[in-house]
């Protein structure tokens, strides 16, 4: 029985193209490794919302739309205060924040929802974690860039430019990818002609699921673990005599190297050369050696290299985020990724309404619930 919906095209798109065999991915047109590391975020958003690089009357006009919808109405405030207190994951205060910013949406307007989908949830995240630590919420400030905003509200600090585009080129890699599983139920939801809110709010919830992928927190701790290159060998020789899965490595869509891996190697090191007492990259280039050595060794043919969580894992550390932010700072990408699918989904998509194949009984014959064995 076929399971999945592995091999079946469910959408035409014109947003982004996976070539898994030879490792490309290409987003609005972009090879992934031009795009990411020269693009603003705001910039790679508008190619996705509407198939160009914006122009700069463009660009400065969608950044003031950003602007506009950064702040968080009382209610949504009064959410994460309650969600704090009772230590609710940060994913899911994420969430049901999200699902809140409708208050006051008429619906009418898609554009104007993702918009603001993506200007505010950047807010949610930075408030509920200052809240988490005890610390007052840091307000947005209408002069900062959208990457610019977020470290600057989780740390009421002004992020240095390395900073900022370390997180850009970050959130670049990752901002779309085809039909996952967090992707596809936006799009099913928005067929419905549902509202944008409700499709992020949806996709938020698959994202949760430690299946989805794009969750570098397993990475960081198997990496603190082995500790130095010597002990990577016989560490992941008993992962996988035990049927483990290293963590970082494998995907279902690429049979080689993820090219997002390589974007994010080459961001994470200016990061690490100016920490030179974190030993953690050069640990995980050790590390992968000697995981792609073994994975051969064991797991022959299936191609398992380096996926996009392994030096995800490091971009986000050398920006110090905590682990328990990884994957809402993940969702604060996709985001864009999401209201792009929505969008074009409600151009001119039809329902999504797949069928099933019933595997069941069909000789049933009713009986009193007394004559029932």
């Known amino acids: ?99 809140a910013l409708a208050l006051g949406s008429k619906n009418d307007d898609p554009q104007r929802d993702a918009a603001r989908l993506v200007a505010a949830m950047p807010t949610i995240v930075a408030t509920y974690s200052r809240l988490l630590q005890g610390l007052p919420a840091v307000a947005p400030r209408r002069d900062l860039g959208h990457a610019e905003n977020t470290l600057y509200m989780l740390t009421g600090e002004t992020p240095a430019t ?73 560490y992941l020789r008993a992962m996988l005599e035990r049927g483990d899965r290293i963590m970082g490595f494998g995907h279902r869509a690429y049979k080689v190297r993820d090219p997002r891996a390589a974007v994010l190697e080459r961001v994470a090191r200016p990061l690490f050369e100016k920490n030179a007492d974190d030993p953690l990259l050069a640990l995980a280039r050790a590390v992968e050696q000697t995981a792609v050595a073994l994975l051969d060794e064991y797991k022959p043919g299936r191609g398992l290299r380096a996926n996009v969580e392994f030096y995800a894992a490091l971009v986000l550390h050398a920006l110090e985020l905590p682990k328990e932010l990884f994957t809402p700072m993940f969702a604060l990408s996709r985001v864009a990724g999401w209201t792009a699918h929505a969008l074009e989904q409600l151009d001119g998509g039809r329902l999504i309404r797949p069928f099933s194949e019933y595997v069941g009984r069909t000789d049933r014959q009713w009986e009193v619930p007394d004559e029932r064995p």
Request: glycine fraction near 8%.
């Open 162 to 234: 390395m900073q900022v585009r370390a997180l850009e080129a970050y959130w670049n890699t990752v901002v779309e990818h085809g039909l996952n599983a967090s992707t596809f139920a936006a799009r099913v939801i928005v067929s419905t002609h549902s509202d944008l809110v409700s499709a992020v709010t949806g996709a938020l919830g698959a994202l949760k699921g430690p299946r989805h992928g794009g969750v570098p927190g397993p990475v960081l701790d198997m990496l603190r673990e082995i500790g130095e290159p010597g002990r990577a060998e016989p």
């Open 1 to 99: 029985m076929a399971t999945g919906l592995d091999g079946v095209v469910a959408a035409q798109t014109r947003l982004s193209h996976i070539d898994g065999m030879a490792g490309k991915l290409v987003i609005g047109g972009y090879a992934i490794e031009d795009l990411a590391p020269r693009e603003s975020f705001e910039e790679v958003t508008h190619l996705l919302w509407h198939d160009r690089l914006p122009n700069s009357s463009e660009l400065a006009s969608l950044k003031d739309a950003l602007a506009e919808s950064r702040d968080l109405p009382v209610e949504v405030m009064d959410l994460l205060r309650a969600a704090a207190a009772s230590r609710c994951a940060a994913i899911d205060a994420l969430r049901f924040a999200a699902d």
